[in-house]
């Protein structure tokens, strides 16, 4: 054991280092397959090494160069289980590449953040079977959820139209890949992107779907997944506030000093602070919760707080933004200690909080009263396949 921790360092850092440490996708080299082959180099077994090795050029790689014998691929089988099928009929571009970010080892275990389906077998297949009746169905909004509906109707020989308002599909996953060690997530769209064009579903990007835009298409079913927006609104002063997705956006450029607030204890506020940090900014950070990033699986949260520790920021724990003032040409934010209710007033060139997202359901609200289901989704006949109630159409997204 001291042989195994000396060439691979601490187990219970192993996983966030890994993440931390993953390859671009175009990379052949898995982050401790060196290590691996450094550890075979020594004695005299095969050896068989499994850690974020997730696509097929780099398992390749390391076993036809000799680094190791046998390669795991543990969560890439999670995120895609016909891994190895799609290598038999060569549709090896079509495996939907593992992001890495664990979820599949939280208490969800082993949920995928990428595939809906894996643990739930039961109710959502793995391969989607075609449909006896073709529909038009309309998706509104190519976030990672519509890009989802839209593949799934698309396998199903739907005939499918997604509109999105962006120039570039993704939604909030586009942001979260702004943190330098989630680049990968970005896959969660890409995969969906490139089998979505496989399939030939038409994709409408810079398009802000209104009612008669749907009506238009005079579909047989509508599936709105418009995300929300950031929920900074009600707070005093909110005018003075930049929310996270405009930072990360690019939209609204960090200033030379930034307080960045969390409100979620989740990764958003965390990358704004990277995002700012990199660029140069000075950052203060403080956040609702007793420690960082609460929300989140262990192995992210290790990430976070070495990160904050080698930026050398001091975050502030148990603070509720209450108000956001401007003060001559800076700003004055006034947090509240959760457990003695003492305010302090911190000064930034801004003020970036998180407090999650309120549903952009507009259109959802106009559609509604048009639907067979007044907008209510029955999950027993979505998961079954049948149709909504009321309605003659089978459901095209049931599996
Ligand atoms: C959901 C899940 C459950 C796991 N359970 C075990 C386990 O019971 N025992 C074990 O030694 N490793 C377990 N592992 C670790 C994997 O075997 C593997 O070492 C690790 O996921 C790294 O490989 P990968 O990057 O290919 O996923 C588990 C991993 C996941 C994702
Ligand atoms: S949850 Fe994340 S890490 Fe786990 S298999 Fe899915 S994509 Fe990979």
Redesign the pocket.
């Known amino acids: 054991m001291d042989f195994f921790n000396a060439v691979y360092g601490r187990m219970d850092t192993q996983i966030g280092l ?1 993440m931390e440490n993953m390859p671009g996708m175009a990379s052949p080299i898995g982050p401790w397959l060196e290590k691996a082959a450094a550890f075979k180099e020594k004695i005299n077994l095969p050896v068989f090494h ?4 997730t696509d097929i050029a780099t398992a390749r790689h390391a076993v036809r160069e000799g680094l190791i014998d046998l390669v ?5 089988q ?1 995120a895609d289980p016909h891994l190895v099928a799609k290598i038999a009929a060569g549709e090896e571009e079509r495996i939907r590449p593992c992001v890495g970010f ?1 979820h ?2 939280s208490e969800l ?2 949920a995928c953040l990428h595939n809906p389906a894996t643990g739930h077998e039961n109710t959502l297949r793995q391969v989607i079977q075609p449909a006896s009746n073709v529909r038009k169905v309309v998706v509104v909004g190519a976030g990672p959820a519509g890009l989802e509906a839209a593949r799934v109707c698309g396998e199903r020989g739907h005939d499918v139209v997604v509109f999105e308002a962006a120039a570039r599909a993704g939604g909030q996953v586009l942001l979260a890949s702004e943190a330098d060690w989630r680049k990968d997530i970005v896959a969660i769209s890409d995969w969906r992107l490139s089998e979505l064009d496989r399939l030939g579903v038409e994709l409408r990007l810079n398009h802000f779907a209104e009612t008669a835009d749907i009506h238009e298409r005079n579909p047989d079913v509508v599936i709105v997944a418009t995300g929300g927006t950031p929920n900074i609104d009600w707070l005093q002063g909110a005018a003075n506030i930049t929310s996270v997705w405009d930072v990360l956006s690019g939209n609204a450029p960090p200033s030379g000093d930034v307080l960045v607030v969390d409100g979620t204890g989740r990764h958003a506020a965390l990358t704004a602070a990277q995002y700012c940090w990199n660029k140069g900014a000075s950052v203060q950070f403080a956040t609702i919760d007793e420690s960082l990033a609460t929300e989140q699986a262990y192995a992210e949260r290790v990430v976070w707080r070495r990160w904050i520790h080698q930026s050398k920021i001091s975050p502030r724990f148990e603070e509720q933004l209450k108000e956001v003032r401007r003060d001559g040409n800076k700003l004055s934010a006034v947090l509240q200690t959760e457990l003695t209710g003492e305010l302090t007033e911190l000064s930034a060139g801004q003020v970036i909080f998180d407090y999650g997202t309120i549903p952009a359901d507009g259109l959802y609200h106009e559609l509604r009263e048009g639907s067979v289901n007044s907008g209510v989704t029955d999950l027993g006949r979505l998961v079954a396949g049948e149709a909504q109630c009321g309605s003659r159409q089978t459901n095209p997204a049931g599996t």
Do not use: D
Not at 50 to 53: E, F, L, S, W
Not at 72 to 76: I, K, L, S
């Open positions: 890994a499994a850690a974020r090795i795991g691929m543990t969560r890439a999670i664990t599949c080892m275990r082993p």
